[in-house]
T-cell receptor, first 110, second 115 residues
């Protein structure tokens, strides 16, 4: 499978802080990038999608994409305990399939 | 929004039996459905891609005779785990690509336990 790499964590941040999640990918032809949140025992849910280089903001979430560096990140501002979950990076490959990273476990400490 | 309904949500079966998992797209047509497996504390691993009206494409290392996929209509794809063994116990999730901007929409997942 195409490689999508994330730091497994766990990442712990205090409530109200900024959480930074990173992801790198190997397929240079990838055109679509997604961040999903997954609570334990549940299916992933889409948080953000990004297709162009630069930043994309949606509420407390900001996705950043740098195709030259094959890097995509997710920033969570004003982190809340309810943000505690595993965050999965997904990359749309040139083969029209999507591959997921191993996920980063985030814990927001009240 | 686009919803994929997956059943059952959990199942316990005896070793050697077969289990069928269904995924239905409720308000859209899913020409392509993806099947993933997730072991505890691991990521989603793509098992196969099912296309309506044609044979599924399996990822390397996934036994197509063990994991039978049928996608006979635009709204239904099924995964049958045949002759299940304890090592097949896992969380199975289906998903469909709705529109490029939406990425994937996921079913709720099926937790399979083989005893």
């Amino acid at each position: 499978q195409k490689e999508v790499e994330q730091n497994s964590g766990p990442l712990s941040v205090p409530e109200g802080a900024i959480a930074s999640l990173n992801c790198t990918y190997s397929d240079r032809g990838s055109q679509s990038f997604f961040w999903y949140r997954q609570y334990s025992g549940k299916s992933p849910e889409l948080i953000m999608s990004i297709y162009s280089n630069g930043d994309k903001e949606d509420g407390r979430f900001t996705a950043q994409l740098n195709k030259a560096s094959q890097y995509v990140s997710l920033l969570i501002r004003d982190s809340q305990p309810s943000d505690s979950a595993t965050y999965l990076c997904a990359v749309g490959s040139t083969g029209n399939q999507f591959y997921f990273g191993t996920g980063t476990s985030l814990t927001v400490i009240p | 929004g686009a919803v994929v309904s997956q059943h059952p949500s959990w199942v316990i079966c005896k070793s050697g039996t077969s289990v069928k998992i269904e995924c239905r797209s409720l308000d859209f047509q899913a020409t392509t459905m993806f099947w993933y497996r997730q072991f505890p504390k691991q990521s989603l691993m793509l098992m196969a891609t099912s296309n309506e009206g044609s044979k599924a494409t399996y990822e390397q290392g996934v036994e197509k005779d063990k994991f039978l996929i049928n996608h006979a209509s635009l709204t239904l794809s099924t995964l049958t785990v045949t002759s299940a063994h304890p090592e097949d116990s896992s969380f199975y999730i289906c998903s469909a690509r709705v529109l490029q901007v939406y990425g994937y929409t996921f079913g709720s997942g099926t937790r399979l336990t083989v005893v």
